[in-house]
């Protein structure tokens, strides 16, 4: 199978195309021909080993210290149920589905496993593998830390960062939710954040969004420049600051807040499941959530991918497309749609 592989840390350029062995399938797992991955932050992260200060050797546990330990990167897929596990009874081979394969990642190669505890998902009847994958990444990790803080209706969110993969997801599901919500992000995004569902936009370039007066009943911080000492007096009496981004003190120094102050103050998202995902998928057939993509991408521009993704100024989702070795009739339609227009 074609895979993006990189063997060494740094940047775009260390990501390249090679062939590899297909997964080899265990009694629980379920083997994928992917359509689609998303090149996300964990992508931007684990190949660059950028992340917030105090967490290199934390990062390291997970994504190698010397050279990367999951050389396939790829957080996400979407794609047709390829093979499974002696012991999977709830998906056979022609399921179109989508998938969160988290820390051993592998989404950006033509196969790929979902791994026992990985949350999949019947991809959802209305949208393509494209903008399905969407759904993953940012859906399942804005629903994970919204649920901690038990959204009521007419509750007042702000989301910093509401223009990315995890922010665009964030507004639609306050929004969803019944709350009033607030986004942060640049002026020449206020349009897609406001369509997303947020009553307000606060365009970071012009305003420091912590200098208002406005109260908040949850703060959702997807960019780490909100910690709990910047942000404290815009947060309602049992408020909640959800950290989605956050550095090594910020982290050690959330639950220690949480008990002195009353206010809900986390870091961790917590498990995807299933159940969470499904649930996205739902509203996604419904009409109640959009997908997001900025850029499509072709395997083989991979490179160019992650050269985009480290601008830090994509909106929402960057999605990259891949083929099997037999595409499925609506991706080979749905290409052949994009090369025409």
């Known amino acids: 199978m074609r895979a993006a592989v990189y063997r060494r840390f740094g940047g ?24 689609a991955s998303t090149v996300s932050a964990a992508d931007h992260r684990a190949r660059s080993r950028e992340v917030p200060r105090g967490l290199g050797l934390l990062a390291a546990a997970g994504i190698g210290l010397f050279r990367p330990k999951h050389p396939v990167l790829g957080f996400d897929a979407a794609g047709v149920v390829e093979t499974v596990g002696s012991n999977v009874t709830e998906f056979r081979a022609g399921d179109e589905v989508i998938a969160m ?29 494209e903008d399905a994958v969407t759904l993953v990444f940012g859906g399942l990790t804005a629903r994970c830390f919204l649920q901690q803080a038990r959204l009521a209706p007419g509750a007042a969110v702000l989301v910093n960062g509401a223009s990315g993969a995890v922010g665009t997801a964030a507004v639609q599901l306050a929004a969803h939710a019944g709350a009033h919500v607030t986004g942060v992000c640049s002026g020449a995004n206020r349009e897609l954040v406001t369509s997303l569902g947020a009553d307000r936009v606060i365009d970071y370039t012009i305003e420091d969004f ?6 908040y009943d949850v703060i959702v ?27 090594l003190r910020g982290l050690l120094l959330a639950p220690v807040r949480r008990r002195r102050t009353g206010h809900l103050v986390t870091a961790d998202v917590g498990t995807p499941t299933a159940e969470d995902l499904a649930f996205l998928v739902d509203l996604a057939e419904a009409g109640a959530y959009r997908a997001v993509r900025d850029r499509t991408y072709d395997l083989a521009d991979i490179t160019e991918a992650h050269r985009y993704v480290d601008t830090g100024r994509k909106r929402g989702n960057v999605v990259l497309r891949l083929t099997g070795e037999q595409p499925a009739p609506e991706a080979t339609a749905q290409q052949t749609e994009e090369a025409s227009s």
């Open 101 to 129: 394969l988290g820390g051993h990642f592998g989404g950006h190669a033509e196969y790929a496993l979902v791994r026992p505890g990985d949350a999949i998902a019947r991809k959802p009847a209305t949208m393509t593998f």
């Open 221 to 247: 911080d997807c960019v780490g420049n909100a910690p709990f000492e910047r942000v404290r007096h815009l947060l309602e009496p049992g408020g909640a600051l959800l950290l989605v981004i956050t550095d």
């Open 12 to 35: 775009p350029d260390t990501v390249r195309v090679e062939e590899l062995p297909r997964p080899s399938v265990g009694p629980d797992d379920v083997l994928i021909r992917v359509h």
């Open 210 to 215: 912590t200098a208002e007066p406005a109260g």
